[in-house]
């Protein structure tokens, strides 16, 4: 779980179509510990069509893998598996509805992770659904 350290702080969030302008509106995201054992994250978004949340990320039932709880204010909740090695952070679900994926990567001085996160709605042809880029700011 330390290692999930370089998450910690205060970031500004860009998103949009894959290779196009981002959209329009203000998005924060915040992390921080619990306990030394659980991060929080928190984000807000200035766009209709993207929810606001929170998530606990903490160790599986295993304890050897990662998961992230999402929430958000669209009453959505859901599980993903996570992990964060060699400056890659990553993010996965396979879900009856569909299955998602995020993959960002780490600026060498761990200020910006530049991101994208994909979706197969049959489970098995992935697509890109948006570019997701955080820049820290705390």
């Not at 929170?54 to 709880?69: D, F, R, T, Y």
């Not at 958000?72 to 859901?78: F, K, L, P, T």
């Amino acid at each position: 779980m330390k290692g999930l350290d370089a998450l910690v702080g205060e970031w500004k969030m860009e998103a949009g179509p894959p290779g196009g302008p981002p959209w329009e509106g203000e998005a924060r995201v915040s992390f921080e510990w619990l306990a030394d054992a659980y991060l929080i994250q928190r984000w807000t978004i200035d766009f209709p069509e993207a929810p606001d949340g929170i998530a606990l990320i903490g160790p599986g039932q295993s304890g050897e893998n990662i998961v992230q709880h999402y929430f958000d204010s669209r009453g959505v909740a859901r599980v993903y598996s996570m992990s964060l090695e060699d400056g890659v952070w990553k993010l996965w679900r396979d879900g009856e509805d569909f299955s998602q994926r995020f993959s960002g990567t780490f600026s060498d001085d761990g200020q910006r992770i530049d991101g994208r996160w994909e979706i197969a709605h049959d489970g098995e042809n992935w697509e890109i659904d948006f570019d997701l880029t955080y820049i820290k700011i705390a």
